[in-house]
T-cell receptor, first 113, second 113 residues
Framework: DVKVTQSSRYLVKRTGEKVFLECVQD?????MFWYRQDPGLGLRLIYF???????EKGDIPEGYSVSREKKERFSLILESASTNQTSMYLC????????????FGQGTRLTVV | GNSVTQMEGPVTLSEEAFLTINCTYT??????LFWYVQYPGEGLQLLLK?????DKGSNKGFEATYRKETTSFHLEKGSVQVSDSAVYFC????????????FGKGTRLSVIA
């Protein structure tokens, strides 16, 4: 069974902390994505990666960075967490070519206090 | 740019009612179109897709037809069940090149017995 696994379902962090959200996929997918989901705003793309050590900014990259050292793992980093980064974060992966399905993790609900 | 507009919810229906969730898109070229569903507490999963004009995607009694002339991909189901209660997202992906999914804001559906 194909799987995208996010390391935490729920996280509570303090303002100013450095936060790491981890995502691992077991499908040998080239593409990986980080979205955040907020009520009334839907899913917004933060960053994506087409290959190891490659990254591209999405629509809302400010305040975030990413790391992809291995093909199966894509990390989202909040350099200095702020309360407006309280959100649901969703990781996804897909094959490189064609209009293929994206597979999503279960999400990490992050609360910054 | 590419964008997806879907009807705002929430939508509340009685069991066995007919469902339509409208979705229209703006895109350069000819995108592939998707409906994703998010059940409570879970990540997104693909419901159905269509990759070219006049294609009909279908799954679990849901269907949607890719209408190039109206740039639409409306989701329909003839008889909804309580278990269909979820958030539904319309999305597009450009077929040229390796591009991320672009999502609508989501429509929450509640089906009551």
């Amino acid at each position: 069974d194909v799987k995208v696994t996010q390391s935490s379902r729920y996280l509570v962090k303090r303002t100013g902390e450095k936060v790491f959200l981890e995502c691992v996929q077991d499908m040998d997918h080239e593409n990986m994505f980080w979205y955040r989901q907020d009520p009334g705003l839907g899913l917004r793309l933060i960053y994506f990666s087409y290959d190891v050590k490659m990254k591209e900014k999405g629509d809302i990259p400010e305040g975030y960075s990413v790391s992809r050292e291995k093909k199966e793992r894509f990390s989202l980093i909040l350099e200095s967490a702020s309360t407006n980064q309280t959100s649901m974060y969703l990781c996804a992966s897909s094959l490189a070519r064609g209009s293929t399905e994206a597979f999503f993790g279960q999400g990490t609900r992050l609360t910054v206090v | 740019g590419n964008s997806v507009t879907q009807m705002e919810g929430p939508v509340t229906l009685s069991e066995e009612a007919f469902l339509t969730i409208n979705c229209t898109y703006t895109a350069t070229g000819y995108p592939s179109l998707f409906w994703y569903v998010q059940y409570p507490g879970e990540g997104l999963q693909l419901l159905l897709k269509a990759t070219k004009a006049d294609d009909k995607g279908s799954n679990k009694g849901f269907e949607a037809t890719y209408r190039k002339e109206t740039t639409s991909f409306h989701l329909e189901k003839g008889s909804v069940q309580v278990s269909d209660s979820a958030v539904y997202f319309c999305a597009l992906m450009r077929n040229s090149g390796n591009t991320p999914l672009v999502f609508g804001k989501g429509t929450r559906l509640s089906v009551i017995a």
